[in-house]
Every structure is written in C-alpha cells, then in structure tokens.
C-alpha cells in the first residue's frame, strides 16, 4: 500500500469512527428512551434495561454503519476539494481510478464489519434477547406484581397490590378487569396468593369482593368471596418468534437444506433465503456507500462552492437504494429463487460509480487531447 493510499484510508477511519460514535449516540439515546419507558413501566430493574440496550447495540450498529461510510468518504472528499489536493494529485497525472483504490479499501473494512454483526453479532444478540424476554415473561412476580404501583400487564387490566411480604403474600391487591367491553369487573382482596401448577398460573385471593358492572343497563353487582382464584395465563404476554427464529441463527446453519430450516422453523424458504442473502447484501451496500460518496463529490469540477448539491444528490440516491430494500424483498419471500434480486440496490449503486468514473475519466483524456491540438 502507498503512502497516498495509507494517508487517504487514515483520514477516512478517522472521520469514519467520529461519525459513527456521534450517529451510534444519538440513535442510541432515542432507542433507549422507548426501551427505557417499555420495560419500567412494566416494573422491571434497571439491570434489565441495561442488558437489553447493550444486546440491541449489534443491530444499532449495522443502521448506523452505511450512513457513516458515506458521511466521511463525502466529508474527507470535500475536504480534500477545498483544500485542492484533488487538483494537485490530478495534476500529477493520477487517474480517477487510482484516486478511488483507498476508498474502495476502506469500503472493503466498513463491509468486513458489517458481515461480522450481520452474520454472527446480531443474530446471537437477538437469540439471547428472545430468551431474556422468556425469562422475565415467566417471572410472573416480576412482570405483574411490583408494590405500590399500578400495572397494565395486558390491554383491559389493571393490577395494584400495596405491599409485597418476604413470604410472597400480596397484600390488599387491586384487578381492574375490563376486556370485556359489556362487563367491567373490579376485584379487591386483603391477601392474594401466586400458584403454579405446571404451565398454569393463578392469582389466589382471600376475603375479597367483586364489583361487576355490566351492560347494556350499567347494573352494578357485588359478590364476597373467602378465595377466588384468577386466571393469569392469558396476561402473560407470549413471545411469537417462531416465524422469526431465523433471524436467531448464525449464516454457516442457513447455507444449505433450505427446505428443512424452514419447516423446523414454521417458516418459508423463501423467509430463510431473505434471510442469509440480506445479510450479503447489507455488506456489499457499505462498500457502495462509500463509493458513492466519493464519486459523486469527485466528478466534475472541483469547485469548492458546488458541494451541497452533489451531497445531497448522493444522499436522496442511498436512500432511494436503501428504500428499494423492502420492496424486493416481497418476491424472495414468496420464491427462494428470486434471492439474487435482492443484491438490485448495491448493483445500481456500482454501476452510477463505475458510470462516474468512466465518464470522468474520458472527459480528461478529451480535454487533454484537445489542449495538446490546440
């Protein structure tokens, strides 16, 4: 590697990292502000909270990845214009595509990392996400009964208990149970005791009272009771990964037998080929957004006023690639043998670059042979 080469892909890893520091940040906070309000509302600790948003960081991290390669490839080009290294490295006689070669080499390394998290780091991380979601769903306790606050473990109920004793008693617990829109029933009891019976869950309460109001009429109803056991089951929110428990496994276990993943996992082989084939893809779409961001700043003049515009165009090009994403995906779905479709986007992507460079580079060849005419 050349010095030239060396000093390009330095500046890019450099401005690379601080873009990709600064947009992790930021994405970061907005998603832990939902993360941070889903799992405390619902009672649970703040270890819990940390756990899920560093096991959600790999797949932050690949949303992140294509927009910071394209952010410091377009950044450091610019740079390079207005401080006229372009022009004088131009002046030496280096073509457009020896210009491009450190960019492509940086592309290659914002790709390896993208294949590393999308191939083994987030589908580990979802795995272990859909088994800490099991955990704190079958922690009953947890989930439904924390003291003195007031909890909507399903939508249509409410659940309140004042104090929670060492021994597991509840004490003077609240049910507000309205999923039944022509009966709203209000339970109350001094002590409420927790069963399981295998997969059954029950909430027994002693010396109590229901209130049902019901409709049409709004007649209002009480009824005492010494122990009245209510059914849990049904609150507890269950986890439907099965059509998803691809997205679990590591790329070496979705290469072959696409037939038989998908019936082990109550899925199609098209799912499983969208699967693997997404994750290619994501890679391939880093190295075209740095080259995209390089090329389009570089084509033409290098006027240090014309940036923005060149910028913004690279930009609204990525996100129209990038929204083409979910629209291919609907064929490979439906058929295993439409996959390679789904590489569409990084393809039109090279080829504007490959288009760039070409014209760019003829249109120096025709303006240094008319000037040698001249």
């Known amino acids: 590697m050349s010095k030239f080469d060396r000093y390009i892909l330095s500046q890019l890893l450099i401005i690379f990292s601080f873009f990709t520091l600064i ?13 941070f309000e889903s799992l405390i509302g619902e009672g649970q600790p703040t270890t819990i909270f940390l756990e899920f948003a560093a096991l959600g960081m790999p797949r932050l991290i690949t949303v992140v990845l294509p927009i910071a390669a ?16 372009i022009k004088i490295i131009m002046a030496a006689g280096t073509s457009h595509w020896r210009i491009v070669r450190p960019i492509l ?5 914002t790709g390896g990392v993208m294949s590393v998290l999308s191939h083994f780091l987030v589908p580990m991380a979802a795995e272990k996400i859909s088994n800490r979601e099991t955990d704190i769903t079958n922690d009953v306790l947890t989930q439904f009964l924390t003291q003195g606050t007031f909890l909507n473990p399903s939508e249509g109920v409410t659940i309140y208990t004042r104090d929670i004793g060492d021994d597991g008693v509840l004490r003077d617990i609240f049910i507000a149970d309205h999923r039944d829109a022509k009966r709203y029933i209000i339970y109350t009891a001094r002590e409420a005791y927790l069963v399981q019976n295998d997969d059954n869950k029950s909430l027994i309460m002693i010396n109590g009272i229901a209130q049902i109001l019901s409709e049409p ?38 290469f072959y037998n696409w037939k ?5 996992n109550n899925t199609t082989p098209g799912a499983v080929a969208e699967e693997l084939h997404s994750r290619f893809a994501r890679a391939l779409f880093c190295v075209v957004s740095a080259l995209v961001g390089f090329t389009v700043l570089i084509f033409g003049n290098h006027s240090k006023l014309n940036a923005w515009p060149k910028i913004i165009f690279a930009f609204l090009f990525l996100l129209i690639l ?16 439409y996959w390679p479709i789904l590489y569409l986007p990084s393809l039109l992507g090279l080829l504007l670059v490959l288009t760039l460079l070409w014209t760019a580079t003829n249109l120096r060849l025709l303006l240094y042979h008319s000037r040698n005419k001249a």
Do not use: C
């Open 105 to 109: 080499i940086f592309g290659l390394i």
């Open 23 to 35: 947009l992790i940040i930021v994405f970061w906070i907005n998603r832990a502000v939902q993360l």
């Open 70 to 85: 394209f952010t410091a490839s377009a950044y450091l080009t610019n740079k390079l214009n207005q401080e006229s290294e």
């Open 217 to 254: 009429g709004r007649r209002l109803s009480t009824a005492r009771f010494k122990d009245f056991s209510f059914d849990i089951n049904a609150l507890i929110k269950k986890n439907s990964n099965d059509d998803y428990s691809i997205k679990h496994m590591t790329s070496p276990n979705l």
């Open 260 to 264: 038989d993943i998908a019936k082990n």
């Open 322 to 337: 990038d929204g083409m994403r979910s629209g291919i995906s609907v064929p490979v779905l439906l058929n295993a043998n």
